[in-house]
């Protein structure tokens, strides 16, 4: 079935750091690619996603390459705030049809002090 | 645009109750809302998807009288915990998607999640 596995946590940052959270996947045929981020006391939202290889989300300075031949979807960004602190979600949504079903990696707890 | 409330936040109960939760498109009409359950440490489990007007379709090893789902308009699903135990206790999330939002139907919102404590 499919799966994704991301990188453990937690990750503890200092401002203006590099980040990078490791996400590869497990599905059949070619999924879209999503990553999800909850901020405390809230809901996941969508930060970025990318529905084909080689596409590039991108949203608020965070970056995510769709590597099809590595089946990795890993999230980057390269000068980190305190307000990114969040706990970061890797999914899948496989493709066609009207399957909106998403599948979740564990999260990862991002920290990041001034 | 496009919110989804959840109400309670929290909540605490007596084994062998029932509790009720409710999820909530304030500004969309939700043609598909999904419930997960999420435990400490781990993703988000999908526990069943319900469409507006139709029976839920659940994941395999969820009980279906256990955990009854009724989406009963475009804005409103509920899902409630018959006779809960202890192992129930969980964080219970919700999502919904549809409608003209501001990322497309495909795009599923989010919830900020129900803690459900049962003693």
């Known amino acids: 079935g499919d799966s994704v596995t991301q990188m453990e946590g937690p990750v503890t940052l200092s401002e203006e750091a590099f980040l990078t959270i490791n996400c590869t996947y497990t599905?059949?045929?070619?999924?879209?690619l999503f990553w999800y981020v909850q901020y405390p006391g809230e809901g996941l939202q969508l930060l970025l996603k990318?529905?084909?290889?080689?596409d590039k989300g991108s949203n608020k300075g965070f970056e995510a390459t769709y590597r099809k031949e590595t089946t990795s979807f890993h999230l980057e960004k390269g000068s980190v705030q305190v307000s990114d602190s969040a706990v970061y979600f890797c999914?899948?949504?496989?493709?066609?049809?009207?399957?909106?079903?998403?599948?979740f990696g564990k999260g990862t707890l991002l920290t990041v002090n001034p | 645009g496009a919110v989804v409330s959840q109400h309670p936040s929290w909540v605490i109960c007596k084994s062998g109750t029932s509790v009720k939760i409710e999820c909530r498109s304030l500004d969309f009409q939700a043609t598909t809302m999904f419930w997960y359950r999420q435990f400490p440490k781990q993703s988000l489990m999908l526990m069943a998807t319900?469409?507006?007007?139709?029976?839920?379709?659940?994941e395999q090893g969820v009980e279906k009288d256990k955990f009854l789902i009724n989406h009963a308009s475009l804005t409103l699903s509920t899902l409630t915990v018959t006779s809960a135990h202890p192992e129930d206790s969980s964080f219970y999330i919700c999502?919904?998607?549809?409608?003209?939002?501001?990322?497309?139907?495909?795009?599923?919102?989010f919830g900020p999640g129900t803690r459900l404590t049962v003693l």
């Open positions: 599905a059949t045929g070619y999924p879209s």
């Open positions: 999914a899948l949504r496989r493709s066609g049809g009207s399957n909106y079903k998403l599948t």
């Open positions: 319900s469409n507006e007007g139709s029976k839920a379709t659940y």
């Open positions: 990318a529905t084909k290889a080689d």
């Open positions: 999502s919904a998607r549809g409608g003209t939002t501001p990322r497309g139907t495909d795009t599923q919102y």
